[in-house]
């Protein structure tokens, strides 16, 4: 089983601000990789696949990158909405696996 | 629009059964795979498995393999995922969500609302 995993767990941002989330797979998936953003109370919401493409409706300030066994996820001008848990995923085999989370909060 | 719409939340006995449905909309049933995802109070993502809904074949994961058992009706384009043998570290919600793909490369492109399952003496 491929084990992804997350950093930073927590991430204190100011909105406006731009940051960089991380996920590594402990062996190569490719570009089999998904973004997911879950905010409280909500089902996770497709943000990227294939570890740099936008899932329909997502603003251009989300971005993502890498391949083989890192990953980045780039969000520019941090909105108030997107204070939330992302999660990323690999879906190269089965079983796909999730990573912990990188949760944003508001500094 | 499509939709995914599970149903309610369940409130189940240790030793006992649930079965949990996910109703389609807005798409071709028979045409995408349904995953099912669980996450535990306070925690991350888990897989649980995945049905091909035109032929009914099913993957599991090594947890859940034996105690799972997703199934489908067709005529009602609802999915079904029922859990046996249920322990209070069940107790999760329980989503589905639709994959999206080829191959067995699979993305989870609309989820269902989520239902809670709680296990408890």
């Known amino acids: 089983e491929i084990v992804m995993t997350q950093s930073p767990a927590t991430l204190s941002v100011s909105p406006g601000e731009r940051v960089t989330l991380s996920c590594r797979a402990t062996?190569?998936?490719?570009?089999?990789l998904a973004w997911y953003q879950q905010r409280p109370g909500q089902a996770p919401r497709l943000l990227m696949f294939?570890?740099?493409t936008r899932a329909s409706g997502i603003p251009a300030r989300f971005s993502g990158s890498g391949s083989g066994t890192e990953f980045t996820l780039t969000i520019s001008g941090l909105q108030s909405e997107d204070f939330a848990i992302y999660y990323c995923?690999?879906?190269?085999?089965?079983?796909?696996?999730f990573g912990q989370g990188t949760k944003l909060e508001i500094k | 629009q499509v939709q995914l719409v599970q149903s309610g939340a369940e409130v189940k006995k240790p030793g006992a059964s649930v079965k949990v449905s996910c109703k389609a909309s807005g798409y071709t049933f028979t045409n995408y795979y349904i995953h099912w995802v669980r996450q535990a109070p306070g925690q991350g993502l888990e897989c649980i498995g995945m049905s091909n809904p035109s032929s009914g074949d099913t993957m599991y994961t090594q947890n859940f393999q034996g105690r799972v058992t997703l199934t489908r009706d067709t005529s009602t384009s609802t999915a079904y995922m029922e859990l046996r043998s249920l322990r209070s570290d069940d107790t999760a919600v329980y989503f589905c969500?639709?994959?999206?793909?080829?191959?067995?490369?699979?993305?989870?492109?609309?989820w269902g609302q989520g239902t809670t399952v709680a296990v408890s003496s």
């Open positions: 969500a639709r994959g999206q793909g080829f191959g067995y490369n699979y993305y989870f492109d609309y």
């Open positions: 294939s570890a740099s």
């Open positions: 995923q690999h879906y190269n085999n089965w079983p796909y696996t």
């Open positions: 062996q190569t998936i490719y570009s089999n």
